[in-house]
């Protein structure tokens, strides 16, 4: 599914939100013309430069490659593709308007380049497009200034990082100002990225992090609740849209707080549980629910894929197991709706059998059981986003479950009164988010073959 007015994927053009910007602009302005195709908020397929070609400023050796500084580009952009250390074909191809002539030219790739500036310090400058028809190498000071870098120009140009020290200066090549990098095809494991679009790499750990909030973002650099936290704490939230988000996450009425309710003490004291479902399509494992045990002291949860309701005891069963041993502490209370799936006697001779409170809430309440309920909405807020972000078929959503529970514990979360996420609360360890992909990534499996 393509939208007919931006071109972005997993919407129509009746539920496009630029579409309905420029209809919202149209009403207040019932004198303009009809809402024309947009162009320029597909920026899958159009980018812009304000600096028109000139012969004249070809200075590129095969070890060295000149950029022009330019304020209206908004890529950074190369007539030659010897200098990508690694790079991927764009199709379609974009098309890059030149502001100067008015013309339009293709890029064809995008890709990022090992450079070492004059001043000697290592990175790499990333998304850069392969644009053949140009005769000049554009540098975007819009790039630069979204990585937290600062532009000076005073005697020449100078580029300084957030601490202000200069990584790089140039000079003008006929009147425009310009820098020089020395090119490596090989990756090295030395040096920091350089020049890069600090919007896409928040884009790239908002989708890693289950489409993270802003806020829990900063909370999560702010406080250093992870482990190796270097590559998250040079990165800034921006607010570029994410359509993901608006189509998963519904608009809701807050549950009401249980105000009366006293702070326990210590994990496994009260544990609240829900089953949501029946979930259709069924996974491919023909799964049609799911489980959730949330504990209410570190607000760590465990997820579990049921085929059936009647699994439930099973599950419970497993989790207590697991937990009790993990602790070395007893499970006193159980908080669960008035579902059927929780009345069985195998629940009701499992909790008595290990001394556990059982909780009913009074029909049509969820309110009361208002913890797991939260919850279960925002696993499947998550759910939503990450499936419709990965374009991913809705029989998926069994993996989409796990893996949003999964980054659930390991970000901050309000019900927490304390700098830590419900892993390290369980773990007692901060978790490591270093290993993380965006779900839905491609991968390859290797299969071993038996006496090899």
């Given at each position: 599914?393509?939208?007919?007015?931006?071109?972005?994927?997993?919407?129509?053009?009746?539920?496009?939100?630029?579409?309905?910007?420029?209809?919202?602009?149209?009403?207040?302005?019932?004198?303009?013309?009809?809402?024309?195709?947009?162009?320029?908020?597909?920026?899958?397929?159009?980018?812009?430069?304000?600096?028109?070609?000139?012969?004249?400023?070809?200075?590129?050796?095969?070890?060295?490659?000149?950029?022009?500084?330019?304020?209206?580009?908004?890529?950074?952009?190369?007539?030659?593709?010897?200098?990508?250390?690694?790079?991927?074909?764009?199709?379609?191809?974009?098309?890059?308007?030149?502001?100067?002539?008015?013309?339009?030219?293709?890029?064809?790739?995008?890709?990022?380049?090992?450079?070492?500036?004059?001043?000697?310090?290592?990175?790499?400058?990333?998304?850069?497009?392969?644009?053949?028809?140009?005769?000049?190498?554009?540098?975007?000071?819009?790039?630069?200034?979204?990585?937290?870098?600062?532009?000076?120009?005073?005697?020449?140009?100078?580029?300084?990082?957030?601490?202000?020290?200069?990584?790089?200066?140039?000079?003008?090549?006929?009147?425009?100002?310009?820098?020089?990098?020395?090119?490596?095809?090989?990756?090295?494991?030395?040096?920091?990225?350089?020049?890069?679009?600090?919007?896409?790499?928040?884009?790239?750990?908002?989708?890693?992090?289950?489409?993270?909030?802003?806020?829990?973002?900063?909370?999560?650099?702010?406080?250093q609740m992870a482990g190796n936290m270097s590559d998250l704490?040079?990165?800034?939230?921006?607010?570029?849209?994410?359509?993901?988000?608006?189509?998963?996450?519904?608009?809701?009425?807050?549950?009401?707080?249980?105000?009366?309710?006293?702070?326990?003490?210590?994990?496994?004291?009260?544990?609240?549980?829900?089953?949501?479902?029946?979930?259709?399509?069924?996974?491919?494992?023909?799964?049609?629910?799911?489980?959730?045990?949330?504990?209410?002291?570190?607000?760590?949860?465990v997820t579990y894929l049921l085929t059936y309701k009647s699994?439930?005891?099973?599950?419970?069963?497993?989790?207590?197991?697991?937990?009790?041993?993990?602790?070395?502490?007893?499970?006193?209370?159980?908080y669960c709706d008035n579902g059927g799936e929780y009345l069985?006697?195998?629940?009701?001779?499992?909790?008595?059998?290990?001394?556990?409170?059982?909780?009913?809430?009074?029909?049509?309440?969820?309110?009361?059981?208002?913890?797991?309920?939260?919850?279960?909405?925002?696993?499947?807020?998550?759910?939503?986003?990450?499936?419709?972000?990965?374009?991913?078929?809705?029989?998926?959503?069994?993996?989409?479950?796990?893996?949003?529970?999964?980054?659930?514990?390991?970000?901050?979360?309000?019900?927490?009164?304390?700098?830590?996420?419900?892993?390290?609360?369980?773990?007692?360890?901060?978790?490591?988010?270093?290993?993380?992909?965006?779900?839905?990534?491609?991968?390859?499996?290797?299969?071993?073959?038996?006496?090899?």
């Amino acid at each position: 599914m393509k939208c007919e007015h931006c071109g972005r994927r997993n919407h129509q053009k009746g539920d496009c939100y630029y579409y309905k910007q420029v209809l919202t602009k149209q009403e207040q302005n019932p004198g303009d013309k009809q809402p024309p195709q947009s162009k320029l908020a597909n920026t899958d397929h159009f980018a812009f430069m304000m600096t028109g070609c000139d012969e004249n400023l070809q200075n590129d050796t095969p070890t060295s490659v000149v950029f022009i500084l330019d304020s209206g580009a908004t890529d950074h952009m190369v007539n030659r593709d010897d200098v990508f250390t690694s790079w991927s074909v764009l199709s379609p191809p974009l098309q890059v308007a030149v502001a100067k002539t008015g013309e339009f030219m293709t890029a064809t790739k995008r890709g990022l380049i090992q450079v070492t500036t004059t001043l000697g310090f290592t990175g790499t400058l990333q998304d850069v497009l392969f644009t053949p028809q140009a005769t000049t190498n554009l540098l975007s000071i819009r790039r630069i200034q979204e990585s937290g870098m600062k532009v000076v120009f005073d005697q020449g140009v100078q580029v300084q990082d957030k601490t202000g020290k200069t990584i790089l200066k140039g000079k003008t090549y006929n009147g425009l100002f310009g820098v020089k990098f020395r090119i490596s095809k090989n990756m090295t494991e030395s040096g920091s990225t350089l020049l890069v679009r600090n919007s896409d790499n928040f884009r790239l750990w908002h989708e890693r992090l289950g489409h993270i909030s802003n806020g829990k973002f900063q909370q999560l650099k702010r406080c250093q609740m992870a482990g190796n936290m270097s590559d998250l704490n040079k990165i800034m939230p921006t607010n570029d849209l994410c359509e993901a988000c608006l189509y998963g996450k519904e608009a809701r009425l807050p549950f009401n707080k249980n105000k009366n309710k006293s702070h326990v003490k210590r994990p496994l004291y009260i544990v609240h549980s829900d089953i949501c479902g029946p979930i259709t399509p069924s996974t491919l494992s023909c799964q049609n629910y799911f489980a959730s045990f949330i504990d209410d002291y570190t607000h760590y949860t465990v997820t579990y894929l049921l085929t059936y309701k009647s699994e439930l005891c099973k599950v419970f069963k497993d989790f207590v197991a697991k937990s009790e041993t993990h602790f070395s502490l007893k499970l006193e209370n159980l908080y669960c709706d008035n579902g059927g799936e929780y009345l069985p006697n195998e629940v009701k001779e499992f909790c008595l059998e290990k001394e556990i409170a059982f909780h009913l809430t009074v029909p049509h309440t969820p309110q009361q059981n208002g913890v797991a309920e939260r919850m279960n909405r925002t696993i499947t807020e998550k759910v939503r986003s990450m499936l419709s972000s990965a374009d991913l078929d809705k029989s998926f959503w069994g993996e989409a479950v796990q893996t949003a529970t999964y980054l659930i514990n390991r970000t901050p979360t309000k019900a927490l009164n304390t700098n830590k996420t419900p892993h390290e609360m369980w773990h007692n360890r901060k978790p490591q988010l270093n290993h993380l992909k965006v779900f839905g990534s491609t991968a390859n499996n290797h299969f071993k073959t038996i006496n090899q």
